[in-house]
């Protein structure tokens, strides 16, 4: 995958029927959608729990674009090569999941998968000051981590100075938590890339009834576009 900075749209399979996910994923993918974003829970570090590597493993056989696995999980070192074994394309890691994320982001990248650092909305965008040049993806977190659906918390100012920090590094910023065609904007004018959205991209639809799928997808993607 070459760098750029041109819009993605990144469906969470949380908001996806459980039952199902072969299907849903095949849904988003062919309703637009340019990444799939996992979000991995531990009942630990979050207060919720989802998906092991197996199941990651499962997920994998269905996606044809690019597998982004968010871990919400301390600690998070002993299971990198699991997540990277069960097929993810990027692995992010929080910088609260535990003492080291230099540590952790060499251990993503000595994978050979790309790494990605989140954010949650209590934290600093200095805490990645110096792990720049280690990340593929900066993470900006816009709920506090956990569940699907939330309120969304306005994060735009630490968007733009993660923007200035990164500069010219080829570093993605993401957005997770509240997307939808009325924050996009916002959002992408800050800096960030790539948008991660659950409930804006899955509510009305389902696997037998797909099109709302990618009518939601536009109507971020279009949001977002108007707004550069
Ligand atoms: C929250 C997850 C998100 C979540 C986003 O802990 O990391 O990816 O599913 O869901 P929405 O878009 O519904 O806020
Ligand atoms: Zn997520």
Not at 82 to 95: K, Q
């Amino acid at each position: 995958m070459t760098f750029d900075r041109k819009i993605r749209i990144a469906p969470s399979i949380l908001s996806a029927d459980f039952a199902d996910f072969g299907r849903e994923i095949r849904a988003v993918e062919e309703q637009g959608a340019d990444w799939v974003h996992v979000d991995v829970m531990d009942g630990h570090f979050v207060p919720n729990l989802t998906f092991g590597p197996p199941a990651v493993k499962a997920f994998r056989k269905h996606v044809t674009t690019f597998m982004d696995v968010h871990l919400m999980i301390a600690p998070v070192d002993p299971y990198i090569e699991a997540y990277a074994e069960a097929g993810a394309d990027l692995i992010t890691a929080h910088v609260e999941a535990g003492p080291h994320i230099h540590r952790t982001l060499q251990a993503i990248r000595a994978t050979g998968r790309k790494a990605g650092v989140a954010l949650n909305p209590g934290t600093p965008a200095e805490a990645v000051a110096h792990v720049l040049d280690l990340a593929d993806l900066v993470c900006v977190m816009t709920v506090n981590p956990g569940f699907g659906g939330q309120k969304f918390i306005d994060m735009t100012g630490k968007v733009r100075r993660l923007r200035e920090m990164i500069g010219d590094r080829p570093v993605h910023i993401e957005i997770d938590g509240g997307v939808d065609p009325g924050t996009a904007p916002m959002l992408v004018q800050a800096g960030a890339d790539v948008l991660v959205a659950g409930s804006a991209v899955f509510r009305g639809g389902s696997v037998s009834n797909s099109a709302p799928y990618g009518e939601n997808m536009r109507a971020i993607r279009a949001a977002a576009e108007a707004a550069l």
